[in-house]
């Protein structure tokens, strides 16, 4: 099967939808790839698995009216602009469910962190824990604020995956001329008790160290493959979803995998994932890791 050359978007016409078509026709032009836009006309039986009488809520109607153009046909008329092949798809169905069947043929999926109002907007909420853990490709949550020079932040753990994380963002960064941060959190444990024992100065120094060779190890060939990158490495001591989430407040993308080791372990499943979602300012990418 020959590489895929397309980015997926999810369109509704919402402002963040915007963002994201914004964002992928620009990572779109960096790699010159072709533009996949993917219009769910809304089906709110389908949500994501979740019933739609969750709470006493009645059921909805199957399908909203949709008068004049769709907009997955206004997002092809913009990336069209843009001197960019495009192409659409428009299908009912769980907005999640399609995205992640698109997401086989895609080099990622771009979607936007909210929709048009409330009930879309947890649906939405909804599809992008699905994707971010499902899809076959990277996912990218897209957001208009943030820091658009700011650097690309890689969250790494030290797991093999991490390395590939770097590589990812490494490009990233290459392609758009921003620096790279590499941020590793880690937990030195505390032990509760009659009297909680701290562990001394030694090992927490100790700890310190470690980390630190951890992080760079995970750099290990990168720097010498992308030399134009400025790279920045943080270590430090703490949980790692709130340090990604502040770290969005910097950067221009953050990059993460579903899944980590340690104390990376669940930062993009569960409460974590919602909580980094909802709450950053700047665009995320999620990097599954796939076996070979």
Do not use: N
């Amino acid at each position: 099967m020959s590489q895929s050359t397309q980015i997926v978007v999810g369109y509704d016409g919402s402002p963040d939808a915007r963002a994201a078509l914004d964002w992928a026709i620009r990572e779109a032009g960096s790699r010159h790839y072709g533009i996949r836009v993917v219009y769910c006309e809304p089906d709110l039986r389908a949500w994501d698995g979740v019933s739609a009488t969750m709470a006493g809520a009645p059921v909805l109607a199957t399908a909203l009216p949709q008068d004049g153009p769709t907009p997955g046909s206004e997002a092809a008329a913009l990336v069209a602009a843009a001197g960019l092949p495009v192409e659409t798809v428009s299908s009912p169905g769980s907005p999640a469910a399609i995205l992640v069947e698109q997401s086989q043929s895609a080099v990622m999926v771009v979607i936007g962190s909210r929709g048009h109002g409330a009930v879309s907007s947890a649906i939405l909420g909804s599809t992008v824990a699905h994707v971010a853990s499902h899809a076959h490709c990277p996912v990218v949550v897209a957001q208009a604020r943030g820091v658009p020079d700011g650097p690309v932040v890689v969250g790494v753990d030290g797991s093999a995956h991490s390395e590939e994380l770097v590589g990812w963002a490494m490009d990233h960064a290459s392609r758009h001329g921003l620096a790279l941060e590499v941020l590793h959190a880690y937990a030195i444990p505390v032990y509760p008790g009659v009297v909680p024992y701290i562990p001394p100065d030694e090992i927490t120094q100790a700890t310190s160290e470690f980390e630190k060779r951890v992080a760079a190890e995970t750099l290990a060939g990168w720097r010498e493959r992308y030399p134009d990158v400025e790279v920045r490495v943080t270590v430090a001591h703490g949980r790692p979803g709130p340090m990604l989430v502040k770290a969005t407040e910097r950067a221009s993308l953050t990059v993460v995998g579903s899944r980590g080791r340690g104390a990376f372990l669940g930062v993009l499943l569960g409460s974590t994932s919602q909580s980094l979602l909802q709450h950053a300012t700047g665009s995320v990418a999620v990097l599954r890791r796939h076996k070979h």
